[in-house]
Each structure stands twice: as structure tokens, then as C-alpha cells.
């Protein structure tokens, strides 16, 4: 029985980290991005141009998140050895 709850427990692991990765901001924002795309669907409204927009949103604010995290790592290691 051990081995089923490891075997689930590490399958669930995986996924969580498949789907939120590092950073859940960007998870969520895809969830809503598909949710906003499903609901305008079941409109007269196109639905395709939602996800492209949500990409060209979501990835600069990814790379600006990581960049600053880096720029405040690299001036505290510098600030550590001065």
C-alpha cells in the first residue's frame, strides 16, 4: 500500500510542477487566459486572438520577474564582497 501513495504522491509532484513550474503567477494567468478564450467561445465573438494576446502579455512579464531577481541577486553578492 506504501508503494501506491509514493507512486501517487510523486505522480501528483510532477504534475504540480509541470503546470506551475516557477512561477504560479504565470500558471494562473494561462488558467485565465483559457478560461476568458472558453468563455468568449460560446459567444459570436472569434475566440483565437485571446491566447496570442495573453502570450505576448504574460512571457515579458516572466523574463522581467527572472531579470530582476538576477539583477538583486548579482547586487547583493556584490554588495556581500565589498
Do not use: E, K, Q
Not at 494561462?30 to 459570436?44: D, E, F
Request: zero cysteines; a positive charge; glycine letters at 4%.
Amino acid at each position: 500500500m506504501t508503494a501506491v501513495v509514493a507512486r501517487l504522491r510523486s505522480f501528483a509532484l510532477f504534475w504540480y510542477d509541470f503546470v506551475i513550474g516557477d512561477d504560479w503567477r504565470i500558471a494562473v494567468g494561462v488558467v485565465a487566459a483559457l478560461g476568458i478564450t472558453y468563455g468568449v467561445s460560446r459567444t459570436s465573438v472569434p475566440a483565437w486572438w485571446i491566447l496570442p494576446v495573453a502570450v505576448v502579455l504574460l512571457l515579458p512579464l516572466s523574463l522581467w520577474r527572472v531579470a530582476r531577481a538576477a539583477r538583486s541577486a548579482s547586487r547583493s553578492s556584490r554588495d556581500a564582497t565589498l
